[in-house]
């Protein structure tokens, strides 16, 4: 068990560098992210997006709301999520139950004024799975039903031994190992 945090952090410090680098340039939408972790029965799942994709009628790219209220807006929209499984679902008979969920909102534009009002969300759950044997796929139906824009999610991480990299869609949205 005490591999999970250096898996883990390898894999989101990848994910970082990732998302540095999608950033540099301008803001990406449509393209969501998910880190997967599991190592014995303890499952972690990290599933970050574009923050924009949180607003119910859509949003203006290029408005420019106070940092402040708009980072505290967001954190409230993304605290309605309350469940890993509202982006992604899991084997019935993995016997997955959610021991811990958090909530993160990061600026990720700079401090330009064309790019400052740029965010993105952060699920991270801890989940421990009776049957982690069982647990062999996972589809990201959820996220695709729940995002109208989205269009793909590159998936990373670690199942046991085994490192994970796929890039899924709406029409092949699930995974296997």
């Known amino acids: 068990m005490r591999h999970i945090p250096t898996a883990l952090a390898i894999t989101l410090v990848s994910g970082v560098v990732f998302a540095e680098q999608r ?3 301008s803001h990406v939408h ?3 992210h998910a880190t997967i972790v599991l190592e014995g029965n303890r499952l972690q799942i990290a ?3 574009p923050a924009e994709q949180l607003a119910e009628h859509g949003h203006d790219e290029h408005k420019h709301d106070e940092h402040d209220d708009k ?3 967001l954190s409230e929209q993304l605290e309605t999520i309350d469940s890993v499984f509202a982006m992604v679902r899991l084997p019935e008979n993995a016997q997955c139950k959610e021991m811990n969920v958090t909530h993160s909102v990061t600026q990720v534009g700079g ?3 064309e790019h400052a009002s740029h965010y993105d969300a952060l699920i991270e759950s801890t989940l421990e799975c009776s049957a982690a044997n069982k647990l062999t796929n996972l589809s ?3 996220a695709f039903e729940r995002f109208d824009d989205l269009e793909k999610i590159d998936v990373e991480g670690v199942i046991g031994s085994k490192a994970l990299s796929e890039t899924l869609t709406a029409t092949s949205s699930s995974l296997t190992f």
Do not use: I, Q, R
Request: net charge negative.
């Open 23 to 25: 950033h540099a340039g």
């Open 30 to 32: 449509g393209l969501n």
């Open 47 to 49: 599933y970050e997006f």
């Open 71 to 73: 980072e505290h807006e």
């Open 111 to 113: 401090n330009d004024k």
């Open 140 to 142: 990201f139906v959820p």
